[in-house]
């Protein structure tokens, strides 16, 4: 479909959805997310839709270190507002993988696989961008990524000043894309299990 080949080498993440259990969408309730999921929802490849990725990924993994996590059991805070930054965005990841929507959300069957209100804005949590927790036991994990030791290519300032320009070139456009792209890859295949950049801190 026209992604990037490591798109396909990005870790993947599986979760089982109860919801789609029951009602026949998935065998066993197992689905599995490629990062291509996160750019379909983000409509972009950056580093911030990347670095979310990760972050739950290893958010999950700590909070299920025996198996899938329970997609529609767990509860997303962000640390900002809704409106503030790339909140928004890396909320939407959040959502795709762990099924916690805000009032907009599912609002269950039977009184079971509710997603309504479990995501949330603005915890002002200190040193983290998100928080997960599992609705069954309360463990929670504060998450945060730190891109510093990822930086953008020197060129990068001048290859978006060419492909905004009016004048800009398919080749200028391109150019741009390529050097975007490949930080993305860095961050995804060179460091999703880079502890300096993708944090995770376990909750009392």
């Given at each position: 479909?026209?992604?990037p080949?490591f798109?396909?080498q990005?870790?993947?993440?599986?979760?089982r959805?109860?919801?789609?259990?029951?009602?026949?969408?998935?065998?066993?309730?197992l689905?599995?997310y490629?990062y291509?999921?996160?750019?379909?929802?983000?409509?972009?490849?950056?580093?911030?839709?990347?670095?979310?990725?990760?972050m739950?990924?290893?958010?999950?993994r700590?909070?299920y270190p025996?198996g899938?996590?329970?997609?529609?059991?767990?509860?997303?805070?962000?640390s900002?507002?809704?409106?503030?930054?790339?909140?928004?965005?890396?909320?939407?990841?959040?959502?795709?993988?762990?099924g916690a929507?805000?009032?907009?959300?599912?609002?269950?069957?039977?009184?079971?696989y509710?997603?309504?209100?479990?995501?949330h804005?603005?915890?002002?949590?200190?040193?983290?961008i998100?928080?997960?927790r599992r609705n069954?036991?309360?463990?929670?994990v504060?998450?945060a990524?730190?891109?510093?030791?990822v930086?953008?290519?020197?060129?990068?300032r001048?290859l978006m000043?060419q492909a905004l320009?009016?004048?800009?070139?398919?080749?200028?456009?391109?150019?741009?894309?390529?050097v975007?792209?490949e930080?993305v890859?860095?961050?995804?295949?060179?460091?999703?299990?880079?502890?300096?950049?993708?944090?995770?801190?376990?909750?009392?």
């Open positions: 479909m026209g992604f080949a798109f396909d990005a870790p993947r993440i599986l979760v959805d109860g919801l789609a259990e029951l009602l026949g969408a998935a065998a066993g309730g689905i599995e490629g291509a999921d996160a750019v379909r929802v983000a409509g972009h490849s950056c580093p911030t839709v990347a670095g979310t990725w990760l739950a990924r290893a958010a999950l700590a909070l025996d899938p996590a329970e997609r529609g059991e767990i509860t997303v805070t962000m900002e507002a809704e409106a503030e930054g790339t909140t928004g965005v890396m909320a939407q990841v959040f959502t795709l993988v762990t929507a805000a009032a907009n959300g599912f609002h269950g069957i039977g009184g079971r509710k997603r309504r209100g479990l995501l804005y603005a915890s002002n949590e200190r040193g983290a998100a928080s997960l069954d036991s309360g463990e929670t504060n998450v990524m730190d891109l510093s030791s930086p953008p290519a020197p060129e990068m001048m000043g320009s009016p004048a800009a070139s398919d080749a200028d456009r391109a150019a741009l894309g390529a975007w792209q930080r890859r860095r961050l995804l295949i060179e460091h999703a299990d880079d502890q300096t950049v993708i944090i995770v801190h376990r909750r009392s």
